[in-house]
């Protein structure tokens, strides 16, 4: 169990999130689609997913007794290649969440120059309430739910919060079942099982990477740079190890248990296994605890939210002390935050880009099941930083260009890559 919520972390809680998040992703895209003069009709097709999917999940308890949990699977866009998007199990999970993160999604496989259009799936549960045999059944009679729309070449769903390579080796199964051996029906799955080397960590080193990119634009040198991340499940531990690796120095920490500070630094590998062991930041040793609302507050040279969305809004951006933003988590800014930090002179490294390097190492992973190759982790680390580092350098010449915030910038570079191909099917 949790512990219970402070009186700041409730009201952090209660403030998180300011409007919708499909109403928030689409104000964004619709800024980005003013400034690029964007066809009427084109706005008005893309602002809409292609398909919205519910399904009742029903499933069996180890006592015997059935249960029925809600799923979605949203279809955003496929004008440039099969839906591509992860799967998340969280009591918060609802249609209008995923309907926003799956558009997010066709931004960003866009931006990062890989052919997959955009789709989120999720299931609305507390996934910690549950036996190990319990999310099995769960997970294989979703993806039974939705198999007549999901395919190597429709649409390849992959982990995201509360999902892992276990989860999508029984999404596997339960297709190939039916269908026989079709390892690019997910991402993210085990090596064992067609998995690629290098994905587990791709998204947080895609983090690191997109950090370093804009420390070195902006003339900060990142040895030494202090760093704060909230959020140390898979994006932020992987983000922190890297960016370690580079010489930043990471200065707190959180998990959704609370979190640690130290001025001076941790010493990441021994956190890691730290948690690892026990389960939790909390209680690491040569640290003072800080909960998560005054972590976001911290003085730093970068903030990297790394958890869950609109954490950064209207009730806390005027107290952030950072230089920069790295956006590790999907839409942890609102776009009303992000309009202060952009007057603040806060720069923000959003969420399409930054995070961008999950969904690329998937592309990786699809490829090489397709053509039934093996590529070692070095390659796929050497591709990953190609791929990110490219589209780093377009939105910040769009930026500089044009005089927008690097989010309008990646918005803007992502819908027109989008808005060309929707015109040359001549749909």
């Known amino acids: 169990m949790g512990r219970s919520m402070s009186g700041k972390d409730k009201k952090f809680a209660e403030n998180k999130v300011c409007m919708s998040s499909f109403d928030a992703c689409m104000q964004q895209f619709n800024a980005a689609a003013d400034l690029l003069d964007l066809d009427a009709d084109i706005r008005s097709t893309l602002c809409k997913p292609d398909r919205e999917i519910a399904v009742e999940v029903m499933f069996r308890r180890d006592d015997g007794s059935l249960d029925s949990l809600t799923g979605y699977r949203v279809q ?14 969280h009591p918060e999970v609802d249609l209008d969440e995923v309907r926003a993160l799956a558009a997010l999604m066709t931004w960003k496989t866009a931006l990062v120059g890989v052919p997959f259009g955009g789709a989120k799936g999720g299931i609305a549960f507390d996934p910690s309430e549950y036996s190990h045999g319990e999310l099995e059944r769960i997970s294989r009679r979703f993806f039974r739910e939705i198999d007549p729309d999901v395919g190597p070449h429709r649409d390849i769903p992959a982990p ?9 080796a029984w999404f596997m199964d339960e297709y190939e079942q039916r269908h026989g051996h079709a390892p690019a029906v997910v991402t993210g799955k085990p090596v064992e099982l067609g ?4 994905r587990a960590a791709a998204t947080g080193r895609g983090v690191a990477i997109i950090t370093r990119e804009t420390a070195q634009h902006f003339g900060v040198d990142l040895s030494g740079a202090s760093v704060v991340i909230q959020g140390f499940g898979n994006v932020g531990s992987y983000a922190a190890d890297v960016l370690y690796q580079m010489g930043a120095k990471i200065i707190a920490v959180s998990d959704v248990h609370g979190g640690i500070h130290n001025a001076g630094g941790f010493t990441i590998p021994e956190l890691i296994d730290y948690v690892k062991e026990r389960g939790s930041v909390v209680g690491y040793p040569h640290a003072e605890s800080i909960e998560n609302a005054d972590l976001l507050t911290l003085p730093c040279d970068f903030l990297i939210p790394a958890a869950l969305g609109g954490v950064i809004n209207e009730s806390n951006v005027d107290e952030l002390q950072c230089r920069f933003v790295i956006e590790g988590a999907n839409a942890p800014t609102t776009p009303a935050a992000a309009e202060k930090l952009w007057d603040k002179k806060i720069r923000v490294a959003p969420d399409i880009l930054a995070n961008a390097g999950g969904v690329t190492v998937s592309y990786f992973e699809w490829v090489q099941n397709l053509q039934q190759l093996n590529w070692t982790e070095d390659q796929v680390n050497k591709m990953l930083e190609k791929k990110l580092v490219a589209a780093f350098n377009r939105v910040v010449a769009l930026h500089e260009k044009k005089n927008v915030s690097l989010r309008m910038a990646a918005y803007m570079v992502g ?3 989008v808005a060309k191909a929707f015109m040359l099917r001549g749909a």
């Open 160 to 168: 995201d919060m509360n999902t892992n390579e276990q989860v999508m």
């Open 195 to 198: 998995g690629s080397l290098g």
């Open 415 to 417: 819908i027109k890559i």
């Open 76 to 89: 955003h866009n496929n004008v440039c290649g099969p839906f591509k998007g992860g799967i998340r199990f």
